[in-house]
């Protein structure tokens, strides 16, 4: 292997890294979690949800600019009929 091989190699394995979604975000997306971006939500009772086995009910990521967490639709209530609480992200 020549220097400008070995150098492109290095290019191509820099700008696949440099492509990829950070891990929890790909955590999300195996999932089936929907992740919500932007810099605010306007109104999270029309954020579309999808079901987190984890917690046990529905449930999205917000991935926001400066800002992140994991969102539930208030009222949507859990399987002991409790609401929903906002809960800090974890794998």
Known sequence: ??????????????????????????????????????FGVEDLRRVSLGHWERLGGPAAYCHLAGSQGICRRPGGGNSAGEEPETVAPSL
Not at 23 to 32: H, I, N, T, V, Y
């Open 1 to 38: 292997m020549v220097l400008s091989d070995s150098a492109e190699l290095m290019e191509a394995v820099a700008k696949k890294r440099f492509l990829r979604k950070a891990p929890f975000l790909e955590s999300c997306d195996a999932k089936g979690l929907p992740i919500v971006t932007g």
